[in-house]
């Protein structure tokens, strides 16, 4: 359905569209009422079917409203439009970009900053989950950084309000599969520790560039979450401080009683890494679940006289003890020196770090060191093909495993390919589902087509069938439907105007033409749809002009009665004579020139005038050197054919 233009709850209008989620569409709209502009969250018609889903988005889009926080964004008010079955949730709109755009620019985030980013993301999350809101979906894509530097946390739409515990709502697992918790993977009980291992996660992408864990398909990142340990972020970046790679670390750990227990605890370590980045302060349980703990010194409770022994019986034996002991000592430091530069009793190797290697160099290295290797394959759109994926035991500076022994590899065999399906004629809404499930990247344009329903896909620029691998892109052109346009008015117009302001409104025309005698002739008299209804572009509109067909007649032009030119008692000029000159000019032509009469003739013949329509007559009548004029106007169309028109002074 398209929004824009439109207004809901009788003061929201939908302006344009500003973002596309799993579960509803964002526009940007402007508030009528309070005169501001605000961000519509609109619920995708796939949900509104499901009146259990309804009711918690209802329930806790209402509790999220509760949360006023500098760190989330205000959701304003929760709405439902009955007429077009619409459930919305009006939000504050931000000015800035989402932490991802930013990651996706900048590759990695400096370590000071990233620690301000995350102390604000704990922030909010520290206030929501005193509320009892869980978020559940914290990736950067739901963080929006303003202009000023602010960290915006949005989208607690779909988080949960709890008194306990929760799990996961309508029997799915919510969330985004890169930056969801091991017990989101596993579709069991989520709480606040969840949202801190997705700030973990977070942040291990902020300070590195990269997710700690990507897959080709949804499910094999979600494996990962619950079994595999990612390489730690200053693996990848040595320029993140010690007390920083810690605080990822334990907000990351796969058991979630050995994560911080609060957001309130987490904000605290960031504070302190800020003033001390390298210090030791973050706890981190080891993997038996034990701390290392320091055991006080036993005293000796039997204490006593000593027995008089060997040596004061026999005081010379002391020296030769002494030498033998010296000579012992000798050996056990030389055997034990030995030992430890051979890597122990059994001979060590420090664990090499085999990973974006190629699988030849990973001979070479294992080779020289002693140690052997196991390789499997599997597709990856991050690593290039033939370089190691992984390696078990992963490496960490400083380990050792003994000469001889086995490290497993995973080689890369590039990404993934799968024929592309045909998009045409499918609903959009299905070709985002399955571009995500095969990882391609996919390009919208959106164009007016007559012939596709809107919301159905017209055309690829992929043909069906063509292998793409993960991080191909796509581009589709999706139907918006027939565009529509007001008709205009245009009747009384001539045919050249009317035919223009047609085709301005994106209208064809179509002449016809009837005679009406009493209308002006060349206007258009109807047109075969009226004026301000909606129609396609390209409709054809009908206009009839009127055209008359004007016949030409013949006049007869005759002067009543000479007038004379000049007034006196004998009706003569100076010298004597009543003779006068006539000349007859019709429509600006001569048609008598110089026709000799007499004062007081009559029935003087002028000529005649062939033509039709207005007829314009001027008659000059010259006596010596006086003139008079007469005109006349009018309308042949009115006389007979050749008629007599008396002309009278």
Do not use: C
Not at 1 to 12: A, C, D, F, S
């Amino acid at each position: 359905m398209n929004l824009i233009g439109k207004i809901i709850g009788n003061r929201y209008e939908i302006l344009e569209e500003a973002g596309n989620g799993g579960m509803a569409t964002v526009f940007k709209a402007k508030d009528h009422v309070l005169n501001r502009y605000v961000a519509v969250k609109v619920l995708k018609d796939e949900y509104t079917t499901d009146s259990d889903f309804i009711k918690r988005f209802n329930s806790e889009a209402q509790s999220a409203a509760g949360l006023s926080h500098a760190n989330i964004v205000s959701i304003y008010d929760v709405g439902f439009e009955e007429e077009s079955n619409l459930y919305y949730i009006v939000m504050e709109l931000v000015k800035g970009k989402t932490l991802k755009e930013i990651i996706k620019k900048d590759g990695t985030i400096s370590w000071k900053w990233a620690v301000n980013i995350a102390m604000q993301i704990a922030s909010a999350l520290e206030e929501a989950h005193k509320n009892g809101i869980v978020h559940r979906d914290i990736k950067p894509h739901n963080i929006i950084i303003t202009e000023d530097g602010v960290a915006k946390v949005t989208d607690f739409g779909i988080a949960k309000a709890v008194s306990n515990s929760t799990i996961t709502a309508f029997g799915t697992t919510i969330g985004s599969v890169h930056y969801f918790s091991p017990e989101q993977a596993k579709g069991g009980m989520t709480d606040a520790k969840s949202d801190l291992y997705s700030l973990g996660v977070v942040m291990y992408e902020m300070l590195t560039g990269k997710v700690p864990f990507d897959a080709d398909t949804p499910v094999s990142v979600a494996l990962k979450h619950m079994q595999e340990e990612a390489p730690e972020p200053i693996q990848l970046n040595g320029d993140i401080p010690t007390a920083v790679n810690q605080i990822v670390v334990k907000a990351m750990q796969k058991d979630p009683n050995e994560r911080y227990n609060t957001a309130t605890e987490m904000l605290n370590d960031l504070a302190k890494a800020l003033k001390d980045p390298d210090g030791d302060f973050v706890i981190i349980e080891n993997r038996n679940g034990q701390y290392t703990r320091v055991m006080k010194a036993v005293d000796d409770k039997n204490k006593g006289k000593k027995k008089k022994g060997f040596f004061a019986e026999h005081p010379k034996s002391k020296i030769l003890i002494f030498i033998l002991g010296l000579i012992l000592l000798f050996v056990i430091v030389f055997l034990i020196t030995k030992i430890a530069l051979d890597g122990g009793i059994s001979k060590k190797v420090e664990v090499p770090n085999l990973v974006n290697l190629t699988l030849s160099e990973v001979q070479e290295k294992v080779d020289s060191l002693e140690l052997k290797i196991e390789t499997t394959e599997a597709a990856s759109s991050e690593v290039e093909e033939g370089r190691i994926i992984s390696q078990e035991p992963p490496f960490k500076a400083g380990d050792k495993m003994k000469k001889g022994e086995t490290i497993k590899v995973v080689v890369s065999k590039g990404p993934e390919t799968n024929p592309l399906p045909n998009f045409v004629g499918s609903k959009i809404e299905d070709v985002r589902n399955s571009a995500l499930e095969i990882g391609i990247e996919l390009v919208e344009e959106v164009q007016n087509n007559n012939k596709v329903q809107a919301g159905y896909v017209v055309s690829q620029d992929v043909t069906e069938g063509t292998l793409v691998k993960s991080g191909d892109t796509v581009k589709v052109v999706v139907s918006s439907g027939t565009a529509k346009t007001k008709v205009p008015y245009v009747i009384g117009m001539d045919e050249g105007t009317a035919n223009a302001t047609l085709v301005n409104a994106n209208l064809k025309t179509k002449v016809s033409y009837a005679t009406d005698n009493e209308k002006e002739n060349g206007k258009v008299l109807s047109q075969s749809i009226n004026s301000g209804e909606e129609v396609a572009e390209g409709t054809e509109i009908e206009i009839q002009v009127n055209k008359v067909e004007n016949k030409s007649k013949t006049i007869k032009l005759v002067l009543e009665k000479v007038p004379a030119v000049v007034s006196n008692s004998s009706n003569t000029t100076s010298e004597g004579s009543n003779a006068v000159t006539i000349t007859v000019v019709v429509n600006g032509k001569t048609l008598v020139g110089g026709k000799s009469a007499k004062v007081g003739d009559t029935d003087v013949d002028l000529g005649t005038v062939t033509g039709s329509g207005v007829q314009s007559i001027e008659i000059k009548i010259a006596q010596g050197n006086m003139t008079k004029t007469i005109k006349k106007e009018a309308n042949i169309d009115d006389w007979g054919d050749n008629s007599v028109w008396y002309i009278k002074e």
